[in-house]
């Protein structure tokens, strides 16, 4: 069974300040892994994936998110965050083998100050 | 391209009570899920399908809840009776091979059981 544990439930920070919300997984068989963003009442949307390749991922609004196979872990990074990125972010993990199920964290909400 | 379609938006139904929520896929998507969000945790699956067959209810309370997808396309979940612990974000993805297996995400029922 593979399961998701983001560290941090609230992460505060200041507009233009580097942001990093972690997420470690826990699986037996190679994963897929991914972050989703859901804005205030809005539904859940793909920030970006990691499926193969290259471990270090990068959307287009300017995170990033490196595999880190030894460590178990997929860490989404921005170096400078707006006050549009305030919301919350869930760590997500698929098996490789398996389209579907996304097993979910319980996610971290990210709060930019002015 | 229309996205996922769910209804209603919001719903307030008192603990015993009956309530169903509606969803409609991306056109052409063979798998649908149904996810619950309790508020402060991640998403949880309830019940998988691939196109009008279960693939995964394993976490669906059966006692209570039900689904269907007869023709392989919308679906519809259904809470009878209803709990006061079934208070959640109630979303609907779907994901087709075009999609290379991302999920995409309704905007989801909110159900408030008093």
């Known amino acids: 069974a593979q399961s998701v544990t983001q560290l941090d439930s609230q992460v505060p920070v200041f507009e233009e300040a580097p942001v990093e919300l972690r997420c470690n997984y826990s699986?037996?068989?190679?994963?897929?892994l991914f972050w989703y963003v859901q804005y205030p009442n809005q539904g859940l949307q793909l920030l970006l994936k990691?499926?193969?390749?290259?471990?270090l991922v990068e959307s287009i609004n300017g995170f990033e998110a490196e595999f880190n196979k030894s460590q178990t872990s997929f860490h989404l990074r921005k170096p400078s965050v707006h006050i549009s990125d305030t919301a919350e972010y869930f760590c997500?993990?698929?098996?490789?083998?398996?389209?579907?199920?996304?097993?979910f964290g319980q996610g971290t909400t990210l709060q930019v100050k002015p | 391209e229309a996205g996922v379609a769910q209804s209603p938006r919001y719903k307030i139904i008192e603990k015993r009570q009956s309530v169903a929520f509606w969803c409609n896929p991306i056109?052409?998507?063979?798998?649908l899920y149904w996810y619950q969000q309790i508020l402060g945790q991640g998403p949880k699956l309830l019940i998988q399908?691939?196109?009008?067959?279960?693939?995964?209810d394993s976490q669906l309370p059966k006692d209570r809840f039900s689904a269907e997808r007869l023709k392989g396309v919308d679906s519809t979940l259904k809470i009878q009776p209803a709990k006061l612990e079934d208070s959640a974000v109630y979303l609907c993805?779907?994901?087709?091979?075009?999609?290379?297996?991302?999920?995409?995400f309704g905007e989801g029922s909110r159900l408030t059981v008093l």
């Open positions: 993805a779907s994901s087709g091979r075009e999609s290379g297996g991302e999920l995409f």
């Open positions: 699986s037996s068989v190679s994963v897929y």
């Open positions: 990691y499926l193969s390749g290259s471990t």
């Open positions: 997500a993990v698929q098996r490789s083998s398996n389209t579907g199920k996304l097993i």
């Open positions: 056109s052409g998507h063979a798998t």
């Open positions: 399908f691939q196109n009008n067959g279960v693939v995964d």
